[in-house]
């Protein structure tokens, strides 16, 4: 099939690349001229894990073009997906602006008949929004299809070519079966396409992800009280995930769920909430509790550290907001950071893939090291904010020589108590009891 997607970022990238290897044959539009010469050239813009590879196999036989010219888009293609950003505006709200305007740019460029499917998450209601500013700018017919992507970062390539479901929301029969052709391929191990109209399907990603969202900010929550109580809340978490009812997904206790998704979703479904008099109190109370749950690991380093000299310096270990990618958006360690930052400590930070993303957004207020191990040297402790698969099963000999103290706070519960006792680190981790 024909296809375009117009946002050629994490979204935009990882779909287009993955219908490419699926034989289509795909046109990516941004307009973002830097980010479309670089492709090109063959420079893939984020980390993702397995999509260089993807791009550039699909670029070399012409599978896949990029380009800043939307009308090569519209003219060459038969279904256009829309991938552009929808950040939070200043109320909360999601920026539609992006989609609209590409949305009213498309229907002016069409020759003819095109679907038009929105992949980026968009509020409910939003179909029709697109709908009226679509028609207001063409007479020639189209359709329109909400397809919310469930992709995570970190195995966005792996989601795609093996999604648990595909969500498409159209009342239209025959778009239904046009859309079932080209997603197909992806549904070999009997996952399943579900269709539903295009409401519920855009409800269904604010639902999914608050609920998510949610289910993080409970374990947060119990992290702290097993705290206060003495309870290991690893072995809690064990304890309830192996009920089948509950599942062990997404009940790892941490610093706070962040990225660019969940809180900026969170903050739209509460918008549309409060937009249709219904206050959404769960979405509100999980919001609420990821914030404590920040600010409380912050919290107890600057406490600790209170008082225990004026230089203090900390090496922190990750700056993306999850590992396996190079997101910093609205990253729960970078929160961190500034909330040590605030309390007058210095950092010196090392992520193998979030340096150059962090830098933009925290440039000179911390230093950002290309080594693990050196941010240790001078440094009053370490603490641990991504879970980055390299931070597993660290040299705990280096730690303890390098560090002035060897003193651990871990915001993503990484290691047995058993191991650090052993090494002889003091440490601190979240919902267990530290090791002295
Ligand atoms: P992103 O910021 O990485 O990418 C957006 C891209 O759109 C950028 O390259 C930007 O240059 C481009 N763009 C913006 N306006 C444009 C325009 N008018 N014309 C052409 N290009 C334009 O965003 P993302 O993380 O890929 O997210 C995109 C959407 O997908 C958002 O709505 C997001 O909520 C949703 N989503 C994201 C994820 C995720 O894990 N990142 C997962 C599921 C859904």
Redesign the pocket.
Known sequence: MKVCV???????LVTAGCLAEAGNHVIC????EK?IEGLKKGIIPIYEPGLGEIVQRNEKVKRLEFTTDLKRGVDNSSIIFL????PSSPDGSADIS?VL??AADIAKLMPDYRIVVT???VPVGTHKKVAEVMSANTSKPFDYVSNP?????GSAVEDFMSPDRIIIGTPKDSVRQIMKQLYNSFMRKGNRIIFMDSTSAEMTKYAANVMLATRISFMNEIAGLCEKMGADVESVRMGIGSDSRIGRAFLFPGIGYGG??FPKDIRALIYTGNQQKYEMKMAMAAQEANKISQERFAGRICDYFKGKGKDIILAVWGLAFKAKTDDVRESPAVSCINKLLECGIKIQAYDPEASETAKALLGEKIEIMDDGYDVLDNADGLIILTEWQEFRNPDFETIVKKLKKPVVFDGRNLYDLDVVKKAGIEYHSVGRPAVK
């Open positions: 117009v946002g050629i970022g994490y979204v935009g539009v941004d307009n973002d980010k991938a552009v950003g929808t992006s305007s590409v992949k980026s998450t992507e469930f992709l995570k970062e660019s998704c």
